[in-house]
């Protein structure tokens, strides 16, 4: 049998770069096929915010976060939930990767060049009990130069590959077939796409030129999870999340199309936990799209008033940054897909962050002068953009402007302004009393009992209808699709399962498309910070795996 290349990997982004990587330091011969132009190489971790979850780090140390092992794992095990016989392998992942977290996952990528802000984030802070949801500390550390910086060493392993003959680069190969020829799986067919100069993150045409056809030892599937795809979302929508949201914005290109997956599937391989998923809560439109639909997402602090469609607040825990699937869950039992931040201008300029790489330009751009300029700014200038040009922003001197302004944004006039003002003038109150019944008013407190949000996150607890801290500020959020958390099952080696739990001989998965590993390593919710790491822990290891399997 003549092979092109001892190992094809199908897709470019963070996870076949890292798998390709591999494949080149153990000197095999790969294609990297990708069906986007060379322009998008990288994928969705290019636009990521580049958060990383670490355990027990020198930035967490720092700043007195006492973190272990042990409590990771209690976190994840309570945050992943795990309760299918088909989470075998997800849990067993799950292990795996929170081994890595607290071991070298850090110390790798540093060696690599990787570089770390030094403020660390505090994400999915749960508010249930200590084996409940949620991370106990904060974990989420944003690489310096976010996405685009975690994407360079791999893209340079990739290219010193190209440059020593090893890799072939190449692009616009869409593939929608897998066979064998004899035992193994070892074709891959699929349709070559027109030349397209979009830029990055556009989608790009779907015309075809022509067909290929490639042979090698063995296939590792990178390709992605389904975000891009609103239809195979609906269709996998869960039942335990109610109705799928009548309206969802994007947030991830095009390309994130899920399709790769059912190829994989009809080659005989496993796919779990497809119900499972990562969608975010706090979606706005980007009033500066890349791609169609674009949603960019708020990783809001814990201060922000968060209203249901009709002004009621949230119910506990559900307040900014806690618990993302299950404020989902409730939304979709409001009947409406959409709810309300309402807050000042005093919480917005500390507590709004914006995922995206495009959207901190000071971090993406590595300029520790741009820190200081936003550190320092009333509010930073790519969240008063969206003040100033965004669709779901109303900006308004007094409360009574603040709601003619949300009812205008939506089907029917929902929002009382009467109730809304008792619910703030409430809320307001109990900021003034020492003791305080109100839970957010205490995760408030407690927030700034770390120093790190004290700094950057969490503005000093204030009224809101004061109007030192004003103008008012309301933002409908919109439900926005981004990750999907089941897969193709994979073993510890990254070899994909057949139903039967036999190895699908000659290929391997990883990143989102094995649903970050094992197929669902994350479970039913995430810690955040888990989906790059997941790319390289699980692209690294497909990589080392078929390198050995093809020696
Ligand atoms: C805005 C944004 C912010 C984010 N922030 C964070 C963060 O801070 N921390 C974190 O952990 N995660 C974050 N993420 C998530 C993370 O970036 C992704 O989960 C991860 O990059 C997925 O990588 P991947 O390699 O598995 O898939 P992708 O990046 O989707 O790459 C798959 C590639 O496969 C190609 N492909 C698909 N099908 C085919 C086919 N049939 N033939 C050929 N090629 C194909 C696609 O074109 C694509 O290039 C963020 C994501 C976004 C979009």
Redesign the pocket.
């Known amino acids: 049998m003549s092979y092109d290349a001892d190992v094809i990997v199908?897709?470019?982004?963070?996870?076949?770069?890292a798998a390709t990587a591999e494949l080149v330091d153990a000197g095999r011969k790969v294609i990297l096929?990708?069906?986007?132009p060379e322009q998008?190489?990288?994928?969705?971790?290019h636009?990521?915010?580049?958060?990383?979850?670490f355990v027990d780090s020198p930035e967490q140390r720092r700043l007195r976060i006492k973190d272990s092992h042990a409590l990771a794992l209690q976190d994840w095990m309570g945050t992943a939930a795990f309760d299918r016989e088909e989470d075998h392998w997800p849990r067993k992942w799950a292990e795996a990767y929170v081994d890595f977290a607290a071991g070298e996952k850090r110390s790798w990528l540093y060696r690599q060049g990787v570089r770390f802000f030094p403020v660390v984030g505090w994400a999915e802070r749960g508010g249930y009990d200590a084996n409940g949801h949620g991370n106990s500390v904060p974990r989420f550390h944003?690489t310096w130069g976010t996405?685009p910086g975690l994407v360079a060493p791999f893209e340079r392993r990739v290219r010193e590959g190209v440059a020593r003959g090893l890799v072939q680069l190449r692009f616009r190969?869409?593939?929608?077939g897998l066979s064998r020829s004899a035992g193994a799986v070892d074709t891959v067919t699929?349709e070559i796409l027109e030349a397209s100069a979009i830029e990055r993150g556009q989608a790009s045409s779907r015309s075809v030129t022509g067909a290929f056809e490639l042979k090698a030892q063995a296939v590792i599937v990178?390709?992605?999870?389904i975000g891009g795809n609103h239809d195979l979302v609906r269709a996998n929508w869960p039942e335990r999340l109610g109705n799928p949201p009548e309206k969802m914005i994007s947030?991830?290109?095009a390309?994130?199309?899920g399709?790769?997956l059912a190829?994989a599937e009809e080659t005989g391989a496993h796919l779990i936990n497809r119900d499972r998923m990562w969608h975010y809560t706090e979606g706005i439109q980007n009033w500066n799209p890349i791609w169609e639909n674009h949603g960019?997402?708020v990783l809001p602090g814990p201060s922000s008033l968060w209203l249901d469609a009709r002004g009621k607040r949230l119910p506990v825990p559900l307040f900014p940054g806690f618990d993302t699937l299950g404020t989902l869950e409730h939304i979709m039992k409001t009947g409406y897909d959409y709810t309300w931040f309402v807050l000042d201008q005093k919480i917005i300029g500390k507590e709004f962050a914006l995922?995206?790489?495009e959207q901190n330009p000071d971090l993406t751009g590595k300029s520790i002068k741009d820190v200081f300029i936003r550190a320092r700014a009333d509010v930073p200038g790519p969240v008063k953009a969206f003040m100033d040009q965004g669709v779901d922003f109303v900006v308004e001197k007094d409360l009574g402007s603040l709601v003619r302004g949300m009812n205008a944004l939506t089907k029917e006039p929902l929002i009382d302004e009467a109730e809304l003002r008792r619910e703030i003038v409430s809320r307001d109150r109990e900021v003034a009393n020492p003791f305080t019944k109100d839970l957010q008013i205490m995760a408030i407190r407690g927030a700034r009992n770390y120093l790190g949000d004290k700094l950057i996150r969490t503005a000093a607890p204030h009224r809101i209808l004061d109007p030192k801290a004003g103008p008012l500020i309301a933002v409908r959020l919109n439900i926005l699709t981004?990750?999907t958390l089941g897969g193709l099952e994979t073993d510890l080696s990254s070899r994909v399962l057949t139903e039967g739990g036999d190895p699908l001989e000659g290929v391997y998965a990883?990143?989102?498309?094995a649903g970050?590993g094992g197929g669902g390593v994350h479970g039913y919710r995430s810690l955040?910070?888990?989906?790059?790491?997941?790319?390289l822990f699980s692209?690294r290891t497909a990589g080392r795996a078929a390198a050995k399997a093809t020696a």
Do not use: N, Y
Request: glycine share 28%; with cysteine.
């Open positions: 199908i897709g470019a982004g963070l996870a076949g770069l096929l990708d069906q986007e998008s190489i990288g994928g969705q971790a636009w990521s915010f580049g958060g990383l979850f944003i996405g190969h869409r593939v929608t699929g990178t390709s992605g999870g947030g991830v290109p390309h994130v199309d399709k790769m190829i960019i997402r995922s995206g790489s981004r990750k990883a990143g989102e498309a970050f955040e910070g888990t989906f790059l790491g997941g790319c692209g």
